[in-house]
């Protein structure tokens, strides 16, 4: 079976291809090019193409198929009403699918199983990796913060952070929240940036 | 508790009335909460919407119709009980061949363009490197009125000329590229091409067909029959966001809020500029103001009018190949539902227009008529080459488009 992946993510692209190829008999392309996605599509001949549904080409693809000339043309997966579950699942995944017409069904399936666990994977592995950089960008706010109040006011750095807790606890908000706003406040009175270090 | 819809759009201009009804707090008073899900294509939009992840959208008019026919996947029956605009797209060509066709310092005149175009295309054509104009969808208004203005002017869609799909945020690449000569898109993706000076704007879709329908609110059928009251609160709430949104007053505030990340997350002056009618036509020249570029409110704009979704349909006939059929062109025309937007509307005082159907670009000056509490008047609504089209003779329509 050929498999053709179109997703611009070139990352997220071989982490699917990854989980496709302990799949037996399957033949793997990742498409990542935009520019003449139609042409190396025609020359792949997939069987299936998995798409993710925040690629603005899929419009582009389905006018192609729309118009092919193939005899194996590609419908959307979804058009099969058969399995709602599955289609609720690809559609909260972000991924869609296109498949051969006639291709069997059971050995559409495990394949969209795995599409479907990889696009999570992928999605929680993008999500821990924005929450770290968050975190990591909270650190150094809060670096920053106790910086001025060590400068401006002759605190110790235990004492500085006392402040900020102290603070956050008063007004039930989180301190890396009152470290941003004592940074804002800093820029604002003229202060001199903090904490370039 | 408020009921919630989720509506789906894509980040364009002509989705500000749900984007603005839920802004400035329209849909809250009336009783709805509105969540919006951005997608960047059509195909995506029509897939939360058949599967049940979105409760409405933003769709372009024509794929409202063609859904409901089964073009390109089983039928399922949608339903339009609002229209979120008229117009608002123009034609932007590569500046060589702007130049080839007059292009000058304001918008052309569609009959003169499209002749000096026309040669163009048989020089290309003869070349045999054809024209090619690059659409949005297959499906979509921008389609059907590039290929009314170019059929109209000798210029034979799929014969002098070829068409590819091209989503909007790569319009301007496609004309860069060279990969099209000509788009048919929404702002405000022409003025990203100016601005990149690859491309130049010589005409506006309103001067094709003025008033014509373009981006409509669609459902499932079944659920506006199920979320009935809801929706007749958002089409309050919408008509509320209209008023609002043509108001030049607030015309900075409406664009910075459709500029946010979460909604088009674009350029707020071109947004500024659009939806205030004003193009830059060509990177360097003068701002250009075409009044009505965009409609999204005077004159009972959003009124689903039955006629404008059969006047769609005589389009898909003509482009898609197919047979006219009686019964598509019924189900084609009520899916326009005029008696819900009425319905949602009476006694606030909007106008209600006393008929469903209208005969299309009849009207050549401004024109009072019948609404429930009176008159109205509707100004010009006239296609280009002059033709109406009478929703009682469907067939004859076809017949004479050729």
Redesign the interface.
Known sequence: MRIAIVDESTARASVIREGLASLDDCEIFAVTE??GLVARIEEIAPDIILMD????????L??YF?VSRALARPI?M??D?SD?EA??AS?DAGV?AYVVDGLAAHRIRPLIDVAVRRFNAFARLQSDLAEARGRLAGRETIDRAKRILMDGRGLTEPQAYTEIRKAAMDQGRRIAEIAEAIVTAHKLMGGKPVGET | MAEELTIGFLPLVDACLPILAREHGFAEEEGVSLRLVRDVSWATVLDRLLYGQSDAAHLVAPLAIATTLGRGRPAQPLSVPFVLGLNGNAITLRPDIARRVGAGSGLGEPAAVGAALAEVARERRAAGRPLRFGVVHRYSSHNYMLRYWLAACGIQPDRDVEFATVPPPFCADALETGEVDGICVGEPWNSVAVGRGVGQIVLATAQVWRRGVEKVLALREPVLDEKRDAVERLIRAMCRAGRHFVDPANCEANAAILARADYLDGDPVLIRRAISDRLLLSRGGEIVHYPDFMFQYREAANFPWVSQAAWLYTQMVRWDGMAFDLVDAEKAARVFRPDVYRSALIGTGEPLPGASSKVEGSLRQKTAVGTQQGTMILESNRFFDGKVFDPADIAGYIAACG
């Open positions: 935009r520019r549904l925040g690629n603005p080409s899929r419009d582009v389905e006018e729309a959307a979804f058009v009403e709602d289609i609720a559609i869609s």
